[in-house]
């Protein structure tokens, strides 16, 4: 047991596990513990308890479910620490039921915790405060998810996705700056919106399942989410702009693993692949011999 969970830690979820309780610890003062840890306790639970249901309805074996316990941890993370504990935990599940019902043949297609909070806001009127991002602590406390962040984006290779998207991101805005009133998007440097952006880069864009593995791709993805969340922040403010651009950019992915699929399996297009079983191929080079 001791082994497994040493085997467990060194992974990219388990580390990412070791920071995402380290951030929780650090903010939790701040958000008041009996409002905050209903709403974190209860989403983590009944998540882990679906997804373990899931596994072992699919696999037939039992897993632990380190992924939903992620998944219900970054739910509860962004929502308000104020939301009813009954709101965050159906918001947790849904995430976790996302990656079973929308996947493509090799993965999910979108972040499932990005989807549910989506949702939710439709559906129970939810609020984000980014809480889990360390927003309300000591400006040197906040150093600490930008070192965890930069240390798990290294560990799991996505480090030119994260920073395309920073680049492009605030290279949007601050141009903006100089063309209209620079007042309507100071609010992006200021907290909870610099320190959002930060864990949505480190955190939830670095999804490995939902997200590119070479470099080039990379790049293109994070500048697909810069561009779409600085259009949905300018020119509709929903509160989940930075959520919708990464939905956009898993749809991207989806199609673009999808698309090097069936290249792969007809290299030469599909004109080529019906010349080839055309029942008229040999019949042509016989009359030609």
Known sequence: MRRKAKKFIKTPK???????VLLAAIAAPGQGLRTLLPGLLSAMLTAGITDALMLRWRKGAWEFPDGALLTAMIV???LRAQEPWHVVSITAVAAVLSKYLIRSRSANVFNPAALAIVASFYVFHTGQSWWGALTEVNIWLQLVLVAAG???TDRVNKTPLVLSFL???????????????????????????LEA????????LTDPPTSPAKYPDQIVCGL???VVSFTLFEWAGVVYYLLAGVLVGNVWEAWRR?????????????GAFFREVSPWRHTHHHKAA
């Not at 680049?167 to 907290?191: C, H, K, M, N, Q």
């Open 167 to 193: 680049g492009a991101y605030f290279l949007l805005f601050t141009l903006t700056s100089f063309i209209r009133d620079p007042r309507w998007v100071a609010e992006i440097y200021r907290s909870p919106d």
């Open 224 to 226: 697909i989410v810069a």
């Open 76 to 78: 509860a993370m962004v």
């Open 258 to 270: 999808l698309h090097r699929r069936s290249t792969q399996r007809f290299p030469y297009g599909l």
């Open 197 to 204: 952006a930060l864990f949505f880069a480190f955190i939830i």
């Open 150 to 152: 930069a240390f798990i």
């Open 14 to 20: 388990g580390m990412l596990t070791i920071i995402l």
